[in-house]
């Protein structure tokens, strides 16, 4: 099996891109041949040697609001798929699934999309087949029009041997983890001010993280790391995390507490049929609206006045992230799907333009039928 793995932000250091990293290196444990087509960026400088990577620029259609999905793209990637002769196409994130979509039409090669975020305009498929998507997302993705039967829930995984659980530090600290631009600006402001109210108890605060909301909480009694390449280095001297998304499994997966801000099920991550007990352990989220910080405070005295109830948490959390989140587990059931997108064959691209169409209106859909006229012949 080949496979071509298709993220549209290589110039960014989330964790969507430590996941896919911890992907790629599984998926070649288990034999899969794998390649990758990215911007560059630091994520490209990160990927293990033994993956071929190509370069695909991130130019953006309509002002950003379809991505990558311009003819000059199209062409680009046509031209990839036909010289590497993948057998699927795998994308990641918003801004690479349509621009998959009808490339792969035009290359005559089958596509999966992985849903790692929230549903934006650019991202909806029209009844078109997702693939594999967060288990908290799928409702959102049926409503836009995905086929529910084409839907297969895969957990957020995590290389567990990269997050070794390690015993918990003395000292009383708590480190916001997470990147602070665009709808996770606020987060900083809400944990500048559990940092006013808590400090003055000797309890040290710290962000790791870059971003724009940075500026912003400078007055506040708090440790700014900015962005941190070695992210265990920074959960071992942490006693609560806080956060959303990844930063959390990490967390939980080296044994510390953990705190969510972001939406139900770590924004997503989690589906609705486990929501119920991640709730009981405050991982279903506390959002980051009016009240947030009075809420935060009173969860950290809670946690850090109390070693007990401190120590279940993380013993939970242990256990959680190992049973569900295992990157092994992913790579299995990502082969697998693999096999299916195979079966299953190319869309036609008709179907593909007539969806760009749709979402894109006249002018996009008449430079995309410009460009697929040489391109849509026989491979």
């Known amino acids: 099996m080949k496979v071509l793995l298709l993220s549209a932000y290589g110039h960014c250091r989330g964790g969507s891109q430590r996941s896919l990293l911890e992907l790629f290196g599984a998926l070649v444990a288990r034999g899969v041949a794998v390649c990758v087509a990215s ?18 620029p ?12 311009r003819p000059d793209n199209v062409h680009r990637l046509v031209r990839v798929l036909r010289a590497e ?16 979509r009808l490339a792969g039409a035009l290359a005559h090669r089958p596509v999966l999309h992985t849903l790692l975020g929230p549903l934006s305009p650019g991202e909806r498929f029209g009844g078109g087949h997702v693939g594999a998507i967060a288990g908290g997302l799928l409702a959102d993705a049926v409503a836009r029009g995905a086929d529910p039967h084409g839907a297969h829930v895969v957990p957020s995984w995590l290389d567990l041997a990269a997050f070794p659980r390690t015993p918990l530090p003395e000292r009383a600290r708590v480190v916001l983890l997470t990147r602070l631009d665009g ?19 000797g309890v040290s605060f710290a962000i790791a993280g870059d971003g724009t909301a940075l500026e912003r909480v400078r007055d506040a009694p708090l440790e700014r790391l900015g962005h941190v390449e070695d992210v265990q280095t ?5 006693r609560v995390v806080v ?9 939980m997966a080296s044994g510390r507490a953990a705190v969510c801000l972001g939406r139900t099920g770590f924004g997503g991550m989690v589906g609705p049929e486990r929501v119920g007990r991640l709730a009981f352990h405050n991982f279903s989220g506390r959002g ?5 910080a009075d809420a935060l405070v009173a969860e950290l005295r809670t946690l850090l006045e109390d070693p007990a109830g401190l120590q279940t948490r993380v013993d939970w959390g242990h256990g959680w992230v190992e049973r569900y989140h295992d990157v092994r587990s992913a790579a299995a059931h990502f082969e697998s799907l693999y096999s299916e997108a195979v079966a299953r064959g190319p869309e036609p691209h ?3 333009l007539a969806l760009v169409a749709r979402l894109g209106g006249a002018r996009l859909w008449r430079g995309l039928v410009r460009a697929a006229g040489p391109l849509s012949g026989a491979p």
Request: without cysteine; hydrophobic residues 50%.
């Open 288 to 292: 980051f609206g009016p009240g947030a």
């Open 85 to 100: 002769k993948p057998d699927v196409v795998h994308t990641f994130q918003f801004g690479s699934h349509l621009l998959a």
């Open 243 to 251: 956060g959303v998304g990844r930063a959390l499994l990490e967390a």
């Open 234 to 238: 920074v959960l071992g001297g942490a």
């Open 350 to 352: 008709g179907e593909a």
């Open 183 to 201: 709808p996770l600006a606020r987060l900083a402001l809400v944990f500048a001010e559990t940092a006013r109210r808590l400090a003055p108890s």
């Open 58 to 69: 991130s130019t953006h259609a309509l002002d950003g609001r379809l991505q990558q999905l």
């Open 39 to 56: 911007p560059e960026g630091p994520f490209v400088a990160a990927l293990p040697r033994s993956v071929r990577w190509l370069h695909l």
